[in-house]
T-cell receptor, first 112, second 117 residues
Framework: QKEVEQNSGPLSVPEGAIASLNCTYS??????FFWYRQYSGKSPELIMS????GDKEDGRFTAQLNKASQYVSLLIRDSQPSDSATYLC????????????FGTGTKLQVIP | DAGVTQSPTHLIKTRGQHVTLRCSPI?????VSWYQQVLGQGPQFIFQ???????GRGNFPDRFSARQFPNYSSELNVNALLLGDSALYLC????????????????FGNGTRLTVT
């Protein structure tokens, strides 16, 4: 079983709609959760971090964490064509060092 | 402020050769990690270094090695290159103390695209 799972997509949404990206992770002592955006041929860029259950909002982005369900999501409101990219879910587990485990990413396409 | 810088940006090598990739972290960051990303996959953890000590190692063969210098910059070395080593190699730094605040996100450089022919 993969440690961090994402639907590879592509997820297509019309411009202005809400894009919902989901991620599940395996049952281990999880610490911190991150969402990265990666444009084709570029390196990952940090969008959001979330550490406790509930919602965290930053501009058009909202991260949601439910540790009981081992689930983290990212909502993008008012989606723009410039949001078209691959979104990587990342998890840090305890272990004495900072190993970040990434999902395979979900490709988002925002249709003008 | 400068972000994480990596060099070179692109590299073409032949099988069996050796390669050295370099990384300079964000000023004030003592932790440097290396990741390998093949097309269509998420980044895979290779190493983490903190204050010149290896703190973690991923599931990669001994052909992969790294080190960190007193100025916190780092090198990743890969010996006896295989075709399967072709990937984007990402360096990331983070602000961590010795006890490792797990809330510290990784900040990535632009990566080195390695092609092995």
């Amino acid at each position: 079983q993969k440690e961090v799972e994402q639907n590879s997509g592509p997820l297509s949404v019309p411009e202005g709609a809400i894009a919902s990206l989901n991620c599940t992770y395996s049952d281990r002592v999880s610490q911190s959760f991150f969402w990265y955006r990666q444009y084709s041929g570029k390196s990952p860029e940090l969008i959001m971090s979330i550490y406790s259950n509930g919602d965290k909002e930053d501009g058009r982005f909202t991260a949601q964490l439910n540790k009981a369900s081992q689930y983290v999501s990212l909502l993008i409101r008012d989606s723009q064509p410039s949001d078209s990219a691959t979104y990587l879910c990342a998890v840090i587990w305890s272990g004495g060092y900072q190993k970040v485990t990434f999902g395979t990413g979900t490709k988002l396409q925002v249709i003008p | 402020d400068a972000g994480v810088t990596q060099s070179p940006t692109h590299l073409i090598k032949t099988r069996g050769q050796h390669v050295t990739l370099r990384c300079s972290p964000i000023s004030g960051h003592k932790s440097v990690s290396w990741y390998q990303q093949v097309l269509g996959q998420g980044p895979q953890f290779i190493f983490q270094y903190y204050e010149k000590e290896e703190r973690g190692r991923g599931n990669f063969p001994d052909r992969f090695s790294a080190r960190q210098f007193p100025n916190y910059s780092s090198e990743l070395n890969v010996n006896a290159l295989l075709l399967g080593d072709s990937a984007l190699y990402l360096c990331a730094s983070s602000y961590s103390d010795r006890s490792f605040s797990y809330n510290s996100p990784l900040h990535f450089g632009n990566g080195t695209r390695l092609t092995v022919t």
